[in-house]
């Protein structure tokens, strides 16, 4: 039976589809949960016997949410993300931000610099192209370039303290929403939970099954015609990264909304990718790292630093590219 289908206009490059099974065992009850956060959908589908059970646990995870946001937001000023970007320092930070600048740190790493969250500086010229349609000249790029880099951007980073480069800004959005999800998926695993869900506008971890099957079915598209059905197992993640719904019109030509950190430009293709791996913040940088890289052999070295992890990248024409073990159940060509 067909849960649904999301789609994020402005927010989310991809359409998802959740696939549920008959309930056969009826002491599985199936409970869903949607809630309005970061901007778009925050869902959590949880099988369990008693609806007391659920209640509260759930609504201790959307508090979560809500004090993780407080952190990561690039849109309130409040948050701390917001603070660091503007005073360039940060005494005794949330240790949540520590975590998720850290694993950023890794994920530049791990990506040879094609997942960076010191590129917003970039973001903000292209984005000021796009209100003037002017295109941005090479010089100005290349002046703002010279302080894009994890190495170049984040001067510290412990417990104690925080710090970037006074002409830095940082941007968590290509990682945050998979580190939240993660967060969320703990704070269930460790109360008992043994099948659930969570999803974040697109991006997926599940932990268990629906009643009588192995795995979750999840369907991925580029668009709102379902593409490809994928196997989820218990603890595995889903992501998917492009351009379909998010893009900048600057003097006739559409440009992603995604900045290549090397070349200092938005992606100008229409492929997507989807990464599945064993946590969401994995799947989430990754999607966004692959959805960069052309080059095939650039890509298989990037996914291989990061253990169980499964890509394709395609279009509405077909697959252009994708690892062995990429776990189709089957697929529907619309």
Not at 147 to 162: E, K, M
Not at 237 to 257: D, L, M, N, Q
């Amino acid at each position: 039976m067909l849960l649904g289908v999301l789609k994020y206009i402005g927010l989310i490059q991809f359409a998802v589809m959740i696939f549920s099974f008959p309930n056969v065992n009826e002491e599985a009850k199936r409970f869903e949960f949607n809630k309005v956060k970061m901007g778009g959908d925050f869902r959590i589908i949880v099988y369990e016997k008693e609806e007391e059970k659920v209640l509260a646990p759930i609504e201790k995870a959307y508090q979560l949410v809500d004090s993780l946001v407080e952190i990561f937001s690039s849109y309130s000023n409040d948050s701390y993300l917001s603070k660091l970007n503007t005073y360039k320092t940060l005494t005794a930070p949330p240790a949540d931000l520590v975590k998720l600048m850290a694993r950023s740190q890794e994920a530049f790493e791990n990506s040879n610099g094609y997942f960076d969250i010191s590129i917003q500086p970039v973001i903000d010229i292209w984005n000021q192209a796009a209100k003037t349609s002017r295109l941005p000249t090479k010089r100005k790029l290349k002046r703002i370039g010279t302080s894009i880099g994890f190495s170049n951007a984040v001067l510290r980073l412990d417990s104690l303290s925080l710090e970037i480069s006074k002409s830095s800004k940082v941007n968590l959005g290509g990682i945050a929403k998979g580190y939240i999800i993660d967060k969320v998926y703990q704070h269930l695993y460790n109360l008992g939970f043994n099948n659930f869900l969570i999803e974040a506008a697109g991006d997926i971890r599940v932990f268990g099954a629906p009643p009588e099957k192995p795995y979750w079915e999840i369907s991925v598209s580029s668009d709102d015609n379902s593409k490809f059905n994928v196997k989820l197992l218990s603890g595995q993640a889903i992501a998917t990264s492009g351009s379909t719904y998010r893009f900048r019109c600057i003097e006739g030509r559409k440009y992603s909304h995604i900045v290549n950190p090397k070349t200092l430009t938005p992606v100008t293709h229409n492929n997507t990718s989807t990464v599945i791996a064993n946590d969401a913040t994995t799947a989430d940088y990754l999607a966004s790292a692959l959805n960069i890289v052309r080059d095939s052999k650039t890509i298989n070295t990037i996914i291989k630093k990061e253990e169980n992890s499964e890509f394709i990248i395609f279009s509405n024409n077909g697959i252009i590219l994708k690892s062995k073990l990429f776990p189709f159940i089957e697929q529907s060509l619309n």
